[in-house]
């Protein structure tokens, strides 16, 4: 298992499409009443960290943009594409019901979000997207926020414990928190 600095990582708030079970991977949604409510969570929780004067990351996707605007505040963010969600092809804009009946195989062989976006036909796929997420933790230099996505910070904190594709699509995906990954291991601030 490699080393990487302490990360804190923030996933994006609650978003129009999340509320109606809506597929978004690489497609935009804003933000919903509640998931300004969880960025506002988040800055609460933020604030001793930033005193740190860690280095801040964003996804280039909208609903992170808005998030980290909100969760940091005046820290600034420095905005990285291989930040974004995975890109799942012909499920994007889809609801869960309706990938459910159009893809019915790929649905019933894939009951967590990361294996069925990472299934997608014309997506992404996951050696792409961990290639990625790697590629990014191990360019981190020193102790750093990131704000990004759902299923990104399941593979990025599975990365950072050490631990299997299936053991990763297992992990939460909690929104309004915030998941340190540290010395291999991951605590949730709440």
Known sequence: MSSFPTIW?????QTEWN?????????????????KIHAGQQAELIQPILAQSP????SPLGRAQETASIALGQAGFVTDPRLAEAHAGDLQGLTLAEVAETFPQIWAENPKHL????????????????ARILSFMQDLTGPSVVVAHGLLGQVMRGIAQGVSR?????????QGCIYVLEDGCEHLLK
């Not at 509320?19 to 998931?35: V, Y």
């Not at 280095?55 to 964003?58: D, E, I, P, R, V």
Request: proline share 4%; with cysteine.
């Open 115 to 130: 294996n069925l976006f990472c299934a997608a036909p014309n997506g992404e796929g996951y050696d792409s997207f961990h």
């Open 55 to 58: 280095s801040c990351f964003a």
């Open 19 to 35: 509320a109606e079970k809506r597929i978004q991977g690489q497609l935009e949604s804003r933000l919903s009443p509640l998931g």
């Open 9 to 13: 990582f923030l996933r994006h708030g």
């Open 166 to 174: 299936q053991e990763m699509a297992e992990l939460s995906n909690e």
